[in-house]
């Protein structure tokens, strides 16, 4: 699925064969939201990664996606300057949409 789009929680998506449009409901928990806030993460890249992300088995049936975004900005306290930034989200799928469980981040840079 690729997202062509986002709207107020939710995300336009193309199923694999690209030939419908289909709305995809996302929402991100509370517990996910904090953790997209402390680790420098907007809710557009949660998205991208759910959607456009290189995708792996995660735990208790979640799936994990990751996706490296250019970034060119400090973060942290060493005030240095990384060149992307890795996003990674853990989340379920159902029927009523994707819900975005865990989101991680990490610094540096990492080849194409």
């Keep these: 699925m690729r997202l062509g789009g986002c709207g107020e929680n939710e995300v336009i998506a193309y199923p694999d064969d690209d030939r419908t449009l289909v709305r995809v409901k996302l929402t991100i928990s509370a517990h996910a939201q904090e953790q997209a806030r402390e680790r420098g993460v907007t809710e557009l890249e949660i998205a991208a990664a759910v959607s456009d992300g290189t995708r792996f088995a995660g735990h208790s049936g979640r799936i994990g996606a990751a996706l490296i975004v250019p970034y ?27 819900t975005v469980v865990t989101v991680i981040s990490q610094y540096g840079r990492w080849e194409a």
């Design 72 to 98: 060119n900005k400090t973060w942290g306290r060493r005030g240095r300057i990384y060149p992307h930034k890795r996003v990674v989200v853990f989340f379920v799928e159902d029927a009523a949409g994707a």
